[in-house]
Nanobody, 125 residues
Framework: QVHLVESGGGSVQTGGSLTLTCALSGDTSAIQCMGWVRQRPGKERETVSSLWTREGGDKRYEDPVKGRFTISHDVAQNRLLLQMGNLKPDDTAIYFC?????????????????WGRGTQVTVSA
């Protein structure tokens, strides 16, 4: 069992910044990779960023967020972070923290088998 709890969402203006935090608990040693998935209004869920947990593990970002978002794993405090900068109205979404313990794929939302409840991010023009 893995338990994920997101925090840090909120409302900001265009160009602003937010840092999302996902507190990890349970059998976290079983996590192979994890990421942030967002669901924008009226759209399907999309994986914006993923990170593999092995030492030196890869990170990946979807094109719309490259150069603006940074994913990181705070091992000491057992947290997954997403630093978001230069936010745009199109970033408005519910952001979910998600993890994989049954494989090594962290690309599509369907790859993840553990999910948090999500945190709302709203970016106004």
């Amino acid at each position: 069992q893995v338990h994920l709890v997101e925090s840090g969402g909120g409302s900001v203006q265009t160009g602003g910044s937010l840092t999302l935090t996902c507190a990890l608990s349970g059998d976290t040693s079983a996590i192979q990779c994890m990421g942030w998935v967002r669901q924008r209004p009226g759209k399907e869920r999309e994986t914006v960023s993923s990170l593999w947990t092995r030492e030196g593990g890869d990170k990946r970002y979807e094109d719309p967020v490259k150069g603006r978002f940074t994913i990181s794993h705070d091992v000491a405090q057992n947290r997954l972070l997403l630093q978001m900068g230069n936010l745009k109205p199109d970033d408005t979404a519910i952001y979910f923290c998600a993890a994989v313990t049954r494989g090594y794929w962290c690309y599509d939302p369907g790859d993840f088998n553990w999910w948090g409840r999500g945190t709302q991010v709203t970016v106004s023009a």
